[in-house]
């Protein structure tokens, strides 16, 4: 589908509408090739946009290759002719109103900003070798153990050489939303990468400040544990990809 206006529209007003709740899972995904395609490697991939954020890739910020747009870039709404893929959960309609349209700077009003005091969020980022993807994992009290409207993005992967994504039901997700209770469960996560060399998980965001509450990665092969704190943020976890 893609926005028909001659100007952008709110993401979230185009989430909430009532026929697109009922025809849709509420997660739309972009194609953001961030001009950093160089030679064979294909930089680009599908960036996942819903009501608690924006994950994917492909932009990697610690080798300086920037591109023309990076994730953070994404600002709440889907600009002019923008095209994108929606899941549709029954047949029926997408509907695009003009109300939904958006004029001059919608910085304050972006949902992307509003603060949710009962929410626990972790962004994690998978970088190397020029390439990078993200995911987020949010514990909120609105969610449930199964996938819920506009939180829940399942992955679209459109890399080839790389796929981050958190797993819940055997099912990969760019962007994954739990009940508070799993607050002392174990999440998994898992990659995939094609490329030789060493990457690096650091911590993309963290908003888990209240009640003294800590996230940790565990590495279930050497059975290391690492608290996602500022200190993990600078130095990171370095992975060896040997491939043959």
Do not use: C
């Amino acid at each position: 589908v893609a926005n028909p206006f001659a100007a952008p529209i709110s993401a979230a007003d185009f989430f909430s509408n009532s026929i697109n709740t009922a025809t849709s899972t509420g997660t739309a995904y972009l194609w953001n090739d961030a001009g950093v395609n160089v030679g064979g490697l294909r930089g680009g991939d599908y960036i996942s946009v819903n009501s608690l954020g924006v994950a994917g890739g492909p932009v990697d910020p610690g080798t300086g290759v920037a591109g023309s747009k990076s994730v953070s870039d994404f600002d709440g709404n889907f600009n002019a002719m923008q095209g994108f893929f929606l899941e549709a959960t029954t047949a029926g309609n997408i509907v695009f109103e003009g109300a939904m349209q958006v004029l001059g700077d919608n910085g304050d009003d972006s949902f992307f900003r509003k603060s949710v005091p009962d929410r626990k969020l972790v962004k994690l980022a998978l970088s190397g070798n020029g390439l990078y993807n993200d995911i987020i994992v949010v514990l909120d009290s609105e969610a449930t153990e199964n996938d819920d409207y506009s939180m829940d993005a399942k992955k679209f992967a459109g890399n080839e050489n790389i796929s981050f994504y958190s797993i819940n039901n055997d099912v990969e997700y760019s962007i994954q939303a739990l009940p508070l209770r799993f607050i002392e469960e174990e999440i998994p996560i898992g990659f995939q990468l094609e490329l030789s060399g060493e990457y690096k998980i650091s911590v993309a965001g963290l908003e888990i400040q209240s009640d003294g509450i800590a996230a940790f990665l565990i590495d279930n092969h050497t059975g290391e544990s690492f608290d996602l704190s500022e200190d993990f943020n600078l130095m990171g976890y370095h992975i060896q990809s040997i491939l043959s």
